[in-house]
């Protein structure tokens, strides 16, 4: 049987009446690379940072790695790595800076921070903007750094939030490079996106409406399931039904 | 600690890479040490002083001329009668009116006493009781046998500036400064480390990068230790600024231990850090941080000494002041500074502002989430 690392059941996150993540269920296997998806609003980013112990459900329970949401937030953070929606490296830090931060945090000696900064240096092909102050790099370098760094210290699950919005394609590309990597490498991926192409590049996707999961599948089952050419047709006609007007 | 290390590097690059707290740090000093002291001080000059000099002898012009030439007065009148001369403070041309009585010059030769008549227009009551106390200092001088009577009460026990002015009564302008400046540096210190700490996390939590801390197995210790450590030593160095540049600007040399004065300083800037970081626990946005250390900051300062003295707060007034750390830290930069006060002098004001420190980091502790 397939090692599970992420499992969930009725998961719930409540902000006073409103219901943000309601009661989501789903289980993630080791290696695999799971898609997140749904339109704005429905719930991702809540859902997430569940998962990631940065918030605390309101109700239902899961275990990331093994370890409980409510009770082990902190041996939960030693084992995954998290990109968040909103850019959140050191602008005004260089490159080198934000690597040598981060991978202290995370406890890698001196000679693992070394190695990782040039093997980062010579994949993302920053040689050159190592010195440079992260916040004036394009954002499509600021993103493919941010999971760099989100994956440092070779976690064992990696969540990202929106990892490519707003980033060209060829950038997108070289993005899922990255990600295929990691997965060779049997990190867990969980990733929320808005672009169906991407879609298609997961193993299984969930698609949520209005804070619930309402289909999960992997995305051939879905387009047959759906009678769809293609998964742009499978979101538009689950994400129609949505109430929920955000942003 | 190794992640400690991290952390500190990592604040110290920011710091220092940052211009508007650069100078915050080393210019506001500067010239908050050179424009407070002035605009704060309560030396008074030009005093407005009415004279009635009913006597008209040699002592009584000798005595004018004396008071004239001490430099604090103007003279706006000299006048035949007490009538006209209240004309004058009633049209507010005068502060003070000195009256001579007639036979002043007999009486004193004779009698070796005489009176003097002391007015003092109660309007602008700062002004014109210090004219008093300027002019009885100056008459006191002049003879010491001649007493003298005020009017109007004077309120010189309530004025900060007794103890320490009395030794050097006749050079009150230079005292007031003596005064003020350490109370001055006092708040500069509380209002660099207090406001640095408390903006710092909360432009943290602006920017997102806190998330992408609190999502790391970082303990909270230690965060809020790689905080609070840049910006206590920022908060010495800007100490020792103020302390060399009253030295050089006012030539203010501490009377007591400087090791006093440090040990008390680093204790109390735990204090304040600690109020700054636990106010950043509360505020999602420097907008809202900004606006609660003001609020805090100008309590502390109103209610610290400086400009008010204690004694002659309200009751309810004095109670808020035990529980307001900048208080304690003006008391003991003048006990240390001025009077030259000891360790066990500033004992309980130590002991004090430790507790408050205790308290205040370990409910920033306990109320920075790292889940929420
Ligand atoms: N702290 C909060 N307090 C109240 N409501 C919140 C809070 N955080 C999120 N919400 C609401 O919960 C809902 C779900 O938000 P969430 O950010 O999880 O959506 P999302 O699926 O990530 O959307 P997007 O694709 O736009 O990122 C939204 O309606 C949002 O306004
Ligand atoms: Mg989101």
Same mark, same amino acid.
């Given at each position: 049987?397939?090692?599970?690392?992420?499992?969930? *059941?009725?998961?719930?996150?409540?902000?006073?009446?409103?219901?943000?993540?309601?009661?989501?269920?789903?289980?993630?296997?080791?290696?695999? %690379?799971?898609?997140?998806?749904?339109?704005?609003?429905?719930?991702?980013?809540?859902?997430?940072?569940?998962?990631?112990?940065?918030?605390?459900?309101?109700?239902?329970?899961?275990?990331?790695?093994?370890?409980?949401?409510?009770?082990?937030?902190?041996?939960?953070?030693?084992?995954?790595?998290? +990109?968040?929606?909103?850019?959140?490296?050191?602008?005004?830090?260089?490159?080198?800076?934000?690597?040598?931060?981060?991978?202290?945090?995370?406890?890698?000696?001196?000679?693992?921070?070394? !190695?990782?900064?040039? !093997?980062?240096?010579?994949?993302?092909?920053?040689?050159?903007?190592?010195?440079?102050? #992260?916040?004036?790099?394009?954002?499509?370098?600021?993103?493919?750094?941010?999971? @760099? #760094?989100?994956? /440092?210290?070779?976690?064992?699950?990696?969540?990202?939030?929106?990892?490519?919005?707003?980033?060209?394609?060829?950038?997108?590309?070289?993005?899922? *490079?990255?990600?295929?990597?990691?997965?060779?490498?049997?990190?867990?991926?969980?990733?929320?996106?808005?672009?169906?192409?991407?879609?298609?590049?997961?193993?299984?996707?969930?698609?949520?409406?209005?804070?619930?999961?309402?289909?999960?599948?992997?995305?051939?089952?879905?387009?047959?399931?759906?009678?769809?050419?293609?998964? *742009?047709?499978?979101?538009?006609?689950?994400?129609?039904?949505?109430?929920?007007?955000?942003? | 600690?190794?992640?400690?290390?991290?952390?500190?590097?990592?604040?110290?690059?920011?710091?220092?890479?940052?211009?508007?707290?650069?100078?915050?740090?080393?210019?506001?000093?500067?010239?908050?040490?050179?424009?407070?002291?002035?605009?704060? *001080?309560?030396?008074?000059?030009?005093?407005?002083?009415? #004279?009635?000099?009913?006597?008209?002898?040699?002592?009584?012009?000798?005595?004018?001329?004396?008071?004239?030439?001490?430099?604090?007065?103007?003279?706006?009148?000299?006048?035949?009668?007490?009538?006209?001369?209240?004309?004058?403070?009633?049209?507010?041309?005068?502060?003070?009116?000195?009256?001579?009585?007639?036979?002043?010059?007999?009486?004193?030769?004779?009698?070796?006493?005489?009176?003097?008549?002391?007015?003092?227009?109660?309007?602008?009551?700062?002004?014109?009781?210090?004219?008093?106390?300027?002019?009885?200092? %100056?008459?006191?001088?002049?003879?010491?046998?001649?007493?003298?009577?005020?009017?109007?009460?004077?309120?010189?026990?309530?004025?900060?500036?007794?103890?320490?002015?009395?030794?050097?009564?006749?050079?009150?302008?230079?005292?007031?400064?003596?005064?003020?400046?350490?109370?001055?540096?006092?708040?500069?210190?509380?209002?660099?480390?207090?406001?640095?700490?408390?903006?710092?996390?909360?432009?943290?939590?602006?920017?997102?990068?806190?998330?992408?801390?609190?999502?790391?197995?970082?303990?909270?210790?230690?965060?809020?230790?790689?905080? /609070?450590?840049?910006?206590?030593?920022?908060?010495?160095?800007?100490?020792?600024?103020?302390?060399?540049?009253?030295?050089?600007?006012?030539?203010?040399?501490?009377?007591?231990?400087?090791?006093?004065?440090?040990?008390?300083?680093?204790?109390?800037?735990?204090?304040?850090?600690?109020?700054?970081?636990?106010?950043?626990?509360?505020?999602?946005?420097?907008?809202?941080? +900004?606006?609660?250390?003001?609020?805090?900051?100008?309590?502390?300062?109103?209610?610290?000494?400086?400009?008010?003295?204690?004694?002659?707060?309200?009751?309810?007034?004095?109670?808020?002041?035990?529980?307001?750390?900048?208080?304690?830290?003006?008391?003991?930069?003048?006990?240390?500074?001025?009077?030259?006060?000891?360790?066990?002098?500033?004992?309980?004001?130590?002991?004090?502002? @430790?507790?408050?420190?205790?308290?205040?980091?370990?409910?920033?502790?306990?109320?920075?989430?790292?889940?929420?």
């Amino acid at each position: 049987m397939e090692e599970k690392v992420i499992v969930c *059941d009725k998961l719930t996150k409540r902000f006073g009446y409103f219901i943000a993540t309601n009661e989501i269920s789903f289980e993630v296997n080791k290696g695999e %690379i799971f898609g997140f998806l749904g339109a704005n609003g429905a719930g991702k980013t809540t859902a997430m940072r569940m998962l990631c112990g940065l918030s605390a459900p309101t109700s239902g329970s899961a275990t990331i790695a093994g370890y409980d949401v409510y009770s082990e937030t902190e041996k939960i953070k030693r084992n995954i790595g998290y +990109m968040s929606q909103k850019f959140s490296l050191y602008e005004n830090l260089t490159v080198l800076e934000n690597v040598e931060f981060f991978g202290g945090i995370y406890g890698l000696t001196d000679q693992e921070i070394k !190695e990782k900064t040039e !093997e980062l240096a010579s994949k993302l092909g920053l040689k050159s903007e190592m010195k440079k102050l #992260v916040g004036s790099l394009p954002l499509g370098w600021k993103q493919k750094l941010s999971f @760099s #760094v989100a994956v /440092l210290h070779e976690p064992k699950i990696v969540f990202l939030d929106e990892p490519t919005g707003g980033v060209d394609p060829v950038t997108r590309r070289q993005f899922w *490079d990255l990600i295929y990597e990691a997965a060779d490498r049997r990190i867990t991926v969980f990733v929320t996106t808005h672009y169906m192409d991407e879609a298609e590049y997961c193993n299984r996707i969930s698609i949520m409406v209005d804070g619930r999961i309402e289909v999960l599948d992997t995305p051939a089952n879905l387009k047959k399931q759906f009678q769809a050419n293609s998964m *742009d047709e499978v979101f538009y006609q689950l994400a129609r039904s949505a109430k929920r007007a955000d942003s | 600690m190794r992640t400690l290390r991290f952390l500190l590097r990592k604040e110290f690059r920011q710091i220092f890479r940052d211009k508007a707290i650069l100078t915050l740090i080393f210019v506001m000093p500067v010239i908050q040490f050179i424009v407070m002291p002035l605009a704060a *001080d309560y030396e008074v000059r030009n005093v407005n002083l009415a #004279v009635v000099d009913n006597d008209k002898s040699t002592y009584s012009q000798k005595l004018v001329s004396k008071v004239i030439a001490s430099g604090y007065f103007k003279l706006q009148g000299y006048n035949s009668s007490f009538k006209e001369a209240f004309q004058l403070i009633e049209s507010d041309k005068a502060d003070l009116i000195l009256e001579i009585p007639q036979g002043f010059e007999r009486n004193l030769i004779r009698e070796d006493k005489q009176k003097l008549f002391v007015a003092v227009n109660a309007i602008n009551g700062t002004k014109a009781n210090l004219g008093g106390a300027y002019l009885s200092s %100056i008459i006191g001088n002049f003879n010491a046998d001649i007493r003298m009577q005020l009017v109007q009460q004077p309120r010189f026990s309530q004025f900060p500036v007794i103890d320490v002015v009395a030794s050097n009564w006749f050079n009150p302008a230079l005292n007031y400064k003596v005064f003020i400046v350490p109370g001055i540096l006092a708040i500069l210190v509380t209002m660099i480390g207090g406001f640095l700490t408390a903006l710092n996390i909360v432009k943290e939590k602006e920017v997102g990068t806190i998330e992408q801390i609190n999502v790391t197995p970082i303990k909270k210790h230690i965060f809020i230790l790689g905080k /609070l450590i840049p910006f206590w030593i920022l908060a010495m160095i800007v100490f020792t600024i103020g302390l060399i540049l009253a030295r050089v600007i006012y030539g203010i040399i501490p009377i007591g231990n400087l090791l006093v004065l440090y040990v008390f300083i680093a204790i109390y800037l735990l204090t304040v850090l600690g109020f700054g970081l636990l106010v950043s626990t509360f505020c999602d946005t420097q907008q809202q941080a +900004m606006f609660i250390m003001f609020f805090f900051m100008m309590l502390f300062i109103l209610l610290g000494g400086l400009f008010t003295s204690i004694d002659s707060m309200p009751y309810w007034a004095k109670l808020i002041t035990r529980i307001n750390p900048v208080r304690y830290m003006i008391e003991v930069m003048r006990m240390v500074i001025l009077k030259g006060s000891g360790f066990q002098d500033v004992l309980p004001q130590m002991g004090v502002v @430790s507790l408050m420190a205790v308290i205040l980091n370990g409910w920033a502790i306990l109320n920075y989430k790292k889940t929420n």
